[in-house]
């Protein structure tokens, strides 16, 4: 930053003919004077009534001297006021700004020292855009990749064929007390962006999604992770968390698989609303076949990244810290007396937020929440504070399990998967992500559908929308969404994973 | 079980509380050319500059307020960091320094219902980071153990410090430091020459520690944060055992 003190700049003051008595007034204004700071880029205004009283004209003209005058901004006398206004097209250092008021008939040398600044404007800032391909497993700066989970293929009667049946199963009867799921193909989109803070030190991504699909068991697996900003390798940390626990579900899942194991599980969690509590939910997790697969592929996830760093002299296992968001989904014809369900078993360590959106359900569908979270995130009690899956303690059983969730509903619009990096400027605290369902709806109908600015600017992406558009289009369009979110000091990676009904309108 | 730092940012806001007692506008070394009370003018132009810095977080969502005490206690408003103005302070009178650490505090707490209610930050304070810098010549005139133990006494909700970091300067060789090193017990540092050169080392020196700091809060490393080296003429003082 090339800022220099720059001294030698003035504002010049030429007053009209003037009884000493009013040149003393107007003195003593300019004693008290204090000039606004502003901002490269940020339109300024700054008015000031420096007369010898207000409504008089003896003021005639003002100049900007020195360094002053070529930063974009012009002085002016406006109804008798002095105005200062413009945009700035570059930072301003004025340590001693000189305010001379040359007051007739005596220019009397009077000076008085201000401090005027006009900042470097963060948002302006020229990111250098290097990469760093210093590690084999070096991100590139974006990722957006988008696919169609289910079968789009229609049955003979013209149905749709449903994301999960088995080849043969037809689509669930319609129910007669509540609704299914409709019968669509869902998709999955998603975006990832290097965000300011890496680009800005020329520092690659450390966000890390992935997702696959299993025609052959109809288990469906996505995952986002977050690889510590200050942790050398996270990145592969991130990449390698994402790929080895859907790796691992998906060698274990398979369509062996049933759900029988957890039909006790399941009736309470009907009886609970889908509200089960978290001591229940561990014990689920714990006494299920279900749960020891989750917990197998979340160990896969920590030996491999343990591994990756025993292979590499010089590092610790906290060189490769990331977060982990993933789910393991599919349709189960005998889910919710075999009218059907989603079952979504989930697991979730650090920050971001996940939750299952039906903005649509009503009181006939199970669970009838709008939204459901598929987890807690991790906050500290300091700012920037959070956990990771290589962290101490993070590979013992009891607490993987207490990560992980199961649930199931007939329906959904949408699951969403997102890294902090977009969270944190939608999301006023964790909290609301656990518990604010407006949040959840208005992030996913408003901000991303419509846009924002208040507060966070973001751009309208009615792509993810468009049911005409492909999945690999809705996600370049997502990933420009995601680039230019503004929020004030958000400089972090940002990752989100939508899968979708892609009839949702 | 220990949290581990994520990496971004969150709302900061600097304390610097710095003596103006009339020691200060008094040349001690034989320079003519520079009173403390000018250096630490000049200081405050130079870190301000440093955390307008665009490529720290701090330029963003930094916020500062200026604590004097000389005569008596005065405080400046709270302030992002892009609208301050350096203040040309003025020395004078003994140094109140107890109830300036109770001004500090009283306006610490203020700050903390501001940067969660008016701004409408979480009802949790994980996104409340303040720090401090104290800068002082003298022995306190008053009465300063009890605003001691009201500083001592401000915690977090949990019951740990509020402060990200806290710096304790001691300008000159004959300033008593076992009191701030209780308020600053692994960062007291003290300037034994107060020539011009000196100076300017100093407020370069705390510019790049608050920078470093930040940044470090920021990514979460704090326990990990480079101190910048000390300029010659400044040596990190121990508390001593009691």
């Known amino acids: ?505 | 079980m220990p949290i581990a730092p994520r990496g971004h940012s969150s709302r900061q806001i600097l304390y610097l509380l710095l003596d103006t007692s009339d020691s200060l506008g008094k040349d001690r070394e034989g320079n003519v050319d520079l009173t403390g009370i000018t250096a630490i003018n000049n200081g405050l132009v130079d870190l301000r500059a440093a955390l307008v810095d665009p490529t720290q977080s701090f330029a963003e969502t930094g916020h500062i307020r200026v604590i004097t005490f000389g005569g008596g206690v005065k405080d400046g408003t709270l302030e992002p960091i892009g609208q301050f103005i350096p203040p040309d302070l003025e020395a004078n009178g003994n140094t109140p320094f107890g109830s300036a650490l109770k001004k500090l505090v009283e306006l610490a707490k203020e700050d903390y219902y501001f940067a969660r209610v008016e701004e409408g930050l979480p009802t949790g304070d994980a996104d409340y980071l303040p720090s401090l810098i104290i800068m002082t010549d003298g022995m306190p005139t008053d009465e300063y153990e009890s605003g001691l133990q009201e500083f001592l006494g401000y915690k977090r909700l949990s019951g740990n410090s509020p402060w990200s970091f806290v710096i304790a300067v001691a300008a000159g060789p004959r300033v008593e430091t076992s009191i701030l090193t209780r308020i600053a017990p692994n960062s007291t540092y003290q300037m034994n020459e107060m020539t011009p050169d000196k100076w300017r080392a100093c407020f370069k020196w705390l510019a790049k520690s608050t920078e470093n700091m930040a940044q470090a809060t920021i990514t979460g490393t704090q326990e990990e944060a480079v101190m910048p080296p000390l300029p010659p003429g400044m040596v990190r003082v121990r508390a001593s055992v009691q």
């Open chain 1, 1 to 505: 930053m090339d800022i220099n003190n720059q001294s030698g700049s003035s504002i010049v003051l030429f007053y009209a003919d003037v009884s000493s008595e009013a040149e003393n007034v107007i003195k003593q204004k300019i004693a008290t004077l204090t000039i606004p700071n502003g901002m490269v880029n940020v339109p300024y205004e700054w008015l000031a009534d420096l007369t010898s009283s207000a409504g008089n004209s003896d003021l005639r003209t003002v100049d900007l001297v020195g360094d002053l005058k070529d930063i974009g901004l012009k002085a002016e006398i406006v109804a008798g006021k002095v105005k200062i206004s413009g945009t700035p097209t570059k930072a301003f250092r004025g340590d001693k700004v000189l305010v001379r008021p040359l007051v007739r008939p005596c220019f009397d040398n009077y000076t008085k020292t201000v401090r005027f600044y006009i900042d470097p404007n963060p948002r302006s800032l020229e990111s250098p855009n290097l990469s760093v391909a210093d590690y084999e497993g070096y991100n590139n700066d974006t990722a957006e990749n988008g696919v169609i989970l289910s079968n789009t293929e229609k049955y003979d009667d013209g149905q749709p064929k449903v994301l999960g049946l088995a080849k043969g199963e037809t689509v669930p009867a319609a129910p007669i007390e509540i609704d299914t799921p409709s019968a669509v193909p869902f998709e999955v989109i998603a975006a990832s962006a290097r965000g300011r803070e890496h680009a800005d030190k020329g520092e690659p991504r450390d966000d890390a999604f992935h997702f696959e699909f299993d025609k052959d068991t109809h288990w469906n697996f996505v995952a986002v992770a977050d690889g510590g900003g200050s942790y050398r390798y996270s990145r592969k940390g991130s990449e390698l968390a994402s790929r080895t626990v859907i790796k691992k579900l998906r060698e274990t899942l398979t369509e062996e698989f049933k759900l029988s194991g957890l039909s006790s599980w399941r009736d309470e969690f009907i009886k609970a609303n889908g509200k089960l509590p978290i001591e229940k939910e561990n014990e689920y997790v714990n006494k299920t076949q279900l749960g020891k697969v989750l917990y197998d592929a979340v160990i896969a996830a920590y030996q491999a990244i343990d591994e990756e760093h025993n292979k590499r002299e010089g590092t610790v296992l906290k060189d490769y810290h990331t977060t982990l968001l993933c789910a393991a989904f599919r349709w189960f014809p005998e889910l919710n007396n075999n009218h059907g369900g989603w079952f979504i078993a989930s697991y979730w360590v650090g920050d971001g937020a996940a939750a299952v959106l039906r903005p649509t359900v009503s009181g006939g569908n199970f669970p009838p929440d709008k939204v459901f979270v598929l987890g807690i995130p991790d906050w500290g009690e300091l700012p920037n504070t959070t956990r990771f899956l290589t962290q101490q303690g993070e590979n013992e059983p009891e607490q993987i399990r207490s990560r992980c969730r199961f649930s199931f509903c007939d329906s959904f619009e949408a699951m969403i998967f997102m890294t902090d990096g977009v969270s944190d400027p939608f999301f006023p605290s964790d909290a609301a992500v656990v518990r604010d369902e407006q949040c959840w709806l208005m992030f996913y109908e408003e901000r991303l559908r419509n846009g924002c600015k208040d507060g966070v600017e973001a751009k309208p992406c009615p792509e993810v929308f468009d049911a005409q558009l492909t999945p690999q289009a809705k996600s370049e369009a997502l990933l420009k969404w995601l680039i230019d979110i503004y929020a004030r000091a958000n400089r972090d990676d940002r990752t989100i994973l939508i899968v979708r009904n892609n009839t949702a309108k």
